[in-house]
C-alpha cells in the first residue's frame, strides 16, 4: 500500500469517526436510560445504545466502499447479504436496549442472522489438526459455522458490562485483523476492519470510565456477528484455512472468560440466560480492582494476541493451531488470580 492510499484511508476513517462520535452526542441528549441494580456496574442511570453510532457509521462506510472499490464490488454475492443481516441484528438489539426482549428473541435474531451467513457462503469446511493433516468437515461445517458466529456475538455482548472493556478490545481487535489482512491481500477484509475500527474510535471517548453512555446490544451484538462473519472469511486466506483461528485468537480473552463463566454456571446448576454478575471480569471489578484497570488488563491480552497473531503468520502450518497454547496459559493465570481476589474479598461466584 502507498503512503497516499494510506493518508486517503485515514482521512475517511476520521470522517466516519467524526460521524460516529456526532451520533453518539445525540444519543446521550436523547437518551434512552440504563437504569441501574445490584446485577450492574454503575450507579446511576446512564444512556446506552451508543453503538447506533458504530453502525451507522459502518453502514455509510461500506455505502461509499461499495461505489468506489473494485475489490467490495467483486464481493457482493458474498457479503451483501451478510451486512444486511448484520443491519437487521443491530436493529433487534436496537429495539431490545428500548424494550427489554427476552433472550430467546435475541437468540433467534442472531441465528436467522447466521444463517444467512451461511447461505452466502460463508463456511468453514475444513479444518488442519497438528500432525494430521486437513480434515473435511463437510455438511458438519455449516453446523459449526453456525455455532460459532452465534457463539462468538454472545461472548462479545456477554462482556460488554464495563466501561471502555468491549470498545477498546474489539478496536484493539479490528486494528490487529486490518493489519494481517492487509500483510495478506485480504482487502475486503481490511476495510471493513477499518470502518468498524473508526466508528468504535468515535464512540470510545464518551465510555471511557465513568462512562457517558454505553454501548448497549446495539452495539455489542453486532460487533459480535461481524468480528465473527471476518473470521469465516478470514478463512479464505490460506488453502488451509488456518487463518479462521485469527478471530478466536484476537478475541480468546472474552471467548475464555465466556466459556468459563457458561461452564462454571451449568455445574453449579444455574440457568445460563439469567442476568447475574460473574464474569471473571466482572468478579475481579467486585473484588476492588477498579473498572479502567479490568478494561486495560483485557486490551493488554488482546494487544498480546495481535502480535501473536503476527508471528501466526510466520508458523508452520503444522504447528499454527497451537498458537492458542499461550494464550491459554496467560488466562489460566488471569483466573487463579481473580479467583485469589475473590477468595479475600469473601465473595460469592453465585447469582
Wanted: include cysteine.
Amino acid at each position: 500500500m502507498t503512503s497516499y492510499a494510506f493518508l486517503q484511508h485515514l482521512t475517511f476513517a476520521a470522517g466516519l469517526a467524526a460521524l460516529s462520535a456526532m451520533l453518539v452526542r445525540l444519543m446521550i441528549a436523547f437518551p434512552i436510560l440504563d437504569h441501574p441494580d445490584h446485577r450492574k456496574a454503575h450507579s446511576r442511570p446512564t444512556p446506552k445504545g451508543g453503538g447506533v453510532g458504530i453502525v451507522c457509521a459502518f453502514i455509510l462506510g461500506m455505502l461509499v466502499l461499495y461505489q468506489v472499490a473494485d475489490f467490495a464490488r467483486m464481493a457482493d454475492r458474498r457479503f451483501i447479504g451478510v451486512i444486511l443481516a448484520a443491519v437487521a441484528i443491530a436493529v433487534v438489539a436496537l429495539l431490545d436496549d428500548i424494550r427489554d426482549f427476552r433472550f430467546v428473541v435475541k437468540l433467534a435474531a442472531q441465528g436467522l442472522a447466521a444463517l444467512v451467513a451461511v447461505g452466502s457462503g460463508l463456511v468453514v469446511d475444513r479444518l488442519a489438526l497438528p500432525w494430521y493433516g486437513i480434515l473435511e468437515l463437510g455438511p458438519l461445517g455449516a453446523v459449526l459455522t453456525l455455532f460459532w458466529i452465534i457463539a462468538c456475538t454472545n461472548a462479545v455482548n456477554f462482556m460488554d458490562g464495563l466501561d471502555g472493556l468491549i470498545g477498546g478490545t474489539v478496536l484493539i481487535a479490528c486494528v490487529g485483523l486490518g493489519f494481517v489482512a492487509e500483510l495478506q491481500n485480504g482487502w475486503f477484509i481490511y476495510a471493513a476492519c477499518l470502518i468498524l475500527a473508526a466508528g468504535i474510535l468515535g464512540f470510545l471517548p464518551f465510555n471511557l470510565s465513568p462512562a457517558r453512555i454505553f454501548m448497549g446490544d446495539v452495539g455489542s451484538q453486532f460487533l459480535g456477528f461481524m468480528l465473527a462473519v471476518l473470521g469465516v472469511a478470514a478463512a479464505r486466506l490460506d488453502v488451509a484455512q488456518l487463518s479462521f483461528l485469527l478471530v478466536p485468537l484476537l478475541l480468546f480473552a472474552l471467548l475464555f472468560d465466556t466459556g468459563f463463566t457458561l461452564l462454571r454456571r451449568a455445574v453449579m446448576s444455574e440457568p445460563l440466560s439469567a442476568p447475574h454478575r460473574t464474569h471473571l471480569y466482572q468478579m475481579a471489578q467486585r473484588s476492588g480492582m477498579p473498572m479502567g484497570a479490568v478494561a486495560a488488563v483485557h486490551w493488554g491480552f488482546t494487544a498480546f494476541h495481535g502480535a501473536l497473531a503476527l508471528l501466526f503468520l510466520r508458523l508452520a502450518p503444522d504447528v499454527k493451531p497451537l498458537i492458542i497454547l499461550p494464550p491459554l496459559a496467560v488466562q489460566l493465570l488471569w483466573l487463579a488470580y481473580v479467583a485469589a481476589r475473590v477468595r479475600r474479598a469473601g465473595l460469592s461466584w453465585v447469582g
